[in-house]
């Protein structure tokens, strides 16, 4: 079957890294999404990696290996407002999007 | 960037009246249609999947009478909840995908909708 594990919640300090692991399992697979989701609201897209290594965009990095089926999410200079959900999705040989059940990200001062 | 329009953003009904959900594609043709639902605490669920003129494609376990999904224009597509009950009180966010963009990260989200049933 298809899986995506990540965990569940972290917590994390103002200004500090922390980094959120993701491993998936798909029938086929055509890239991984990082999304992040506030409360109530819809997610936002934050990052998209289909080829291994590491994506930067600004405080936010995206690493993939395909061959161990992991990613992470790796956020730099934490701010009050990263504290988030952070959806882990990948796109499976059909190009369906499958789901892992996010990891709540709470961060204190 | 691609914009999805979702409509309305909250909305209380009564339980066994029917309430629809708009979402519209504003600069982009959206070829396809993703209806999520996602309760509190839990990640979306993907409820069915819709291309522009045809029928829709349901999971296992959603209803298709009691969820309609219409898609018949390349910028809009709609779902109803019909007879709700407070049950299905959730959060339903739509997705839309462009395939003829090329962009593999077309996945654009609505603003979501957060159903009430009382």
């Known amino acids: 079957g298809q899986n995506i594990d990540q965990p569940t919640e972290m917590t994390a300090t103002e200004g500090a890294i922390v980094q959120i692991n993701c491993t998936y399992q798909?029938?086929?697979?055509?890239?991984l999404f990082w999304y992040q989701q506030h409360a109530g609201e819809a997610p936002t897209f934050l990052s998209y990696?289909?080829l291994d290594g590491l994506e930067e965009k600004g405080r936010f990095s995206s690493f993939l290996s395909r061959s161990k089926g992991y990613s992470y999410l790796l956020l730099k200079e934490l701010q009050m407002k990263d504290s988030a959900s952070y959806l882990c999705?990948?796109?499976?040989?059909?190009?369906?999007?499958?789901w892992g059940a996010g990891t709540k990200l709470i961060i204190k001062p | 960037g691609a914009v999805v329009s979702q409509h309305p953003s909250r909305v209380i009904c009564k339980s066994g009246t029917s309430v629809k959900i708009e979402c519209r594609s504003l600069d982009f043709q959206a070829t396809t249609m993703f209806w999520y639902r996602q309760f509190p605490k839990q990640s979306l669920m993907l409820m069915a999947t819709s291309n522009e003129g045809s029928k829709a494609t349901y999971e296992q376990g959603v209803e298709k009478d009691k969820f309609l999904i219409n898609h018949a224009s390349l910028t809009l597509s709609t779902l109803t909840v019909t007879s709700a009950h407070p049950e299905d009180s959730s959060f339903y966010i739509c997705?839309?995908?462009?395939?003829?963009?090329?962009?593999?990260?077309?996945?654009?989200f609505g603003s979501g909708t957060r159903l009430t049933v009382v």
């Open positions: 999705a990948a796109l499976d040989s059909n190009y369906q999007l499958i």
């Open positions: 990696n289909v």
């Open positions: 798909t029938s086929g697979f055509n890239g």
């Open positions: 997705s839309a995908r462009d395939a003829n963009s090329g962009e593999i990260a077309g996945y654009t």
